[in-house]
């Protein structure tokens, strides 16, 4: 397996995800040790020796998905014969072709090869490359803080029984006077207890997603497409669609824990179930994003949006609660700004601000992203009196950054055609 592309390794670890992951490891670890029974034997040494095992084991993989990285998709890729290409997304991003079962990770700012998701404590994807380490790391930590909530419990347990015990022997004072006494060692056991039992619990529920996607062969967003396909397919009374990749439980299981298997296919090239097509899962794909083109509507900006995530002050209270529970980003947005709307929600809008790098000879040089949400009182649905002025706005609200395609296809003659982002 190569080493990520990535030239700053090192610095993914300086991220919020890996710091708090390092932190909340080191105090269970070191707390475990603390109330670690104190007799001698072979089998309390054995019994340690397999906890420091299983922890290192843990990190070992940790570190390698961190620095092997999912397998990125170089930038301006195509595929080698350019017929290809009418199969295929374009990634605006990248400026290049999108090969299948690729996503762009708006976080990563790269094509992702078999994109699975987005890890905060990994602080990278996981994909075709690290999904294997990302799997072995569940499954030693898992075991490993299991082993720390087992030695906490028991060593909590026998605190109290021996203290019980003193007291009453020497009829000396209370239990309480001891716990005061130990306050801090038996506040972090209990903690470290709570935080080992919860890493266990949710090592377990992303160990099981994760295999059941790689028995499947088929990855959190390869599902929705899925989901969608059957909709779409349903709608438009057509063949239900079969997906590509899946090769019955072993093989799919090789295609991510055999390492051979898995460099054969470059993270590009993917074996296929018999009778299906290499781009069958791209297309759909791009029917998909015409469906959603057909479907989207524009919208003018009639009062500025500030892009804050809870704007309370200039949109009240209402907006704010109803402000959407996701992660996506929010848009700034100015008077008569045009936005292509793909979701309506009570208060809040999604759409893609266009942006007209030619109007006026000016360049728009605002900073922040140009997709995400807004309140929906800041804009109005023009595409109605777009569709009928004939002005032609709708039809390049339906192809999106027309400006910027004219541009690239005169950079770039020898690319027709290109799909979307
Ligand atoms: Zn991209
Ligand atoms: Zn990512």
Redo the contacts with the bound molecule.
């Keep these: 397996m190569t080493m990520t592309e990535d030239p700053n390794e090192l610095s993914l670890f300086l991220h919020w995800g890996p710091i708090t992951a390092l932190i909340v490891t080191l105090t269970v670890t070191l707390t475990t040790w603390k109330w670690w029974p104190p007799e001698v034997t072979f089998s309390t040494s054995a019994h340690f020796a397999l906890f420091v095992l299983l922890n290192l084991l843990a990190v070992y993989n940790y570190v390698l998905a961190v620095l092997t990285g999912p397998g990125l998709l170089p930038r301006r890729w195509q595929p080698v014969h350019y017929r290809e290409t009418k199969f295929l997304q374009y990634?605006q991003?990248?400026e290049?072709y999108?090969a299948p079962r690729t996503h762009?990770c708006r976080r990563c700012d790269?094509?992702v090869k078999k994109m699975d998701h987005h890890c905060p404590w990994i602080n990278r994807c996981v994909g075709w490359a690290n999904q294997a380490y990302f799997v072995y790391f569940l499954f030693f930590y898992a075991l490993s803080n299991l082993h720390a909530a087992v030695v906490l419990a028991c060593g909590g347990v026998r605190f109290f029984y021996s203290s019980y015990r003193q007291a009453r022997l020497f009829h000396n004072g209370s239990l309480t006077r001891l716990v005061h006494y130990h306050f801090f060692s038996l506040f972090m056991c209990i903690m470290s207890f709570g935080l080992a039992l919860g890493i266990v619990l949710c090592m377990i529920k992303l160990l099981f997603i994760q295999l059941s996607s790689i028995l499947k062969n088929m990855t959190d967003i390869e599902h929705w497409i899925v989901q969608k396909a059957k909709s779409r397919r349903y709608m438009h009374k057509l063949k239900p669609f079969v997906f590509p990749y899946d090769l019955g439980w072993y093989a799919n299981l090789g295609q991510v824990f055999n390492i051979e298997s898995q460099l054969r296919s470059r993270g590009i090239d993917w074996p296929l179930r018999k009778g299906c097509d290499q781009y069958a899962l791209t297309c759909e794909q791009l029917a998909q994003k015409a469906d959603k083109r057909n479907r989207t509507r524009t919208y003018k900006c009639i009062t500025p949006a500030t892009g804050h995530w809870l704007p309370i002050w200039s949109q009240g209270l209402m907006v704010t609660l109803g402000a959407p529970c996701t992660d996506d980003p929010r848009i700034r947005l100015q008077s008569d700004d045009l936005v292509r709307v793909t979701r309506i929600r009570d208060y809040w809008l999604f759409g893609e601000r266009v942006i007209d790098k030619d109007q006026g000879g000016k360049v728009d040089e605002r900073k922040g992203p140009i997709r995400g949400w807004f309140p929906s009182r800041c804009a109005v649905d023009i595409t109605h009196n777009q569709a009928s002025n004939g002005s032609g706005d709708h039809c390049a609200a339906n192809q999106p950054n027309t400006t910027e395609t004219k541009r690239r296809v005169g950079k770039k003659g020898k690319f027709g055609k290109r799909n979307q982002?």
């Design positions: 990634c991003k990248c290049g999108k762009h790269r094509c982002d």
